[in-house]
């Protein structure tokens, strides 16, 4: 579960990356993807079509992703729940049941860059929602690797 704070940048370029690259592997029967957002600003709409135009000129189609508020019970069905910035991963915390706190992580924890948030885009350039997508692409490709690792999942 990819989570930023409306689910219409961030998290849902997340959630249509790594859902490539899983179904590249053929993973989707093993591996679910979701994302959600902390709040419930934009429910029922799909990603921001800046996200939508970078993720596609890179062959990834996110027009399928539906914003959706994350709730306790996500908890419940997500292994991993991955906040694309610290203020996000504060929200969840807060949310959090206990005995499920070693799920909550930030995203780029995966990315094996030095960077821990990924930056909000929706104020700013189009040049930010392509930074967004590099960034995605490398913790996308992280997590698919721990996650191969950890549950001893043949890439």
């Keep these: 579960m990819f989570v930023c704070l409306g689910n219409i940048c961030r998290s849902p370029t997340a959630h249509g990356v790594f859902l490539h690259m899983v179904k590249r592997k053929g993973l989707a029967d093993q591996i679910e993807v979701m994302s959600a957002g902390t709040s419930a600003y934009h429910i029922g709409e799909?990603?921001?079509?800046?996200s939508q135009q970078v993720a596609a000129a890179r062959g990834y189609d996110l027009s399928m992703i539906r914003?959706?508020?994350?709730?306790?019970e996500d908890f419940f069905s997500a292994n991993f729940v991955l906040a694309m910035d610290k203020s996000n991963l504060a929200c969840l915390r807060e949310l959090c049941p206990q005995g499920h706190e070693q799920k909550l992580q930030l995203f780029l924890n995966y990315a094996g860059v030095n960077q821990l948030e990924v930056p909000d885009p929706y104020y700013g350039g189009p040049d930010g929602f392509s930074d967004v997508?590099?960034?995605?692409?490398q913790g996308a490709s992280g997590l698919l690797k721990h996650i191969c690792q950890q549950y001893r999942i043949p890439l």
């Design 46 to 50: 799909q990603p921001d079509t800046r």
């Design 67 to 72: 914003a959706q508020q994350f709730i306790q």
């Design 133 to 137: 997508l590099d960034l995605v692409e």
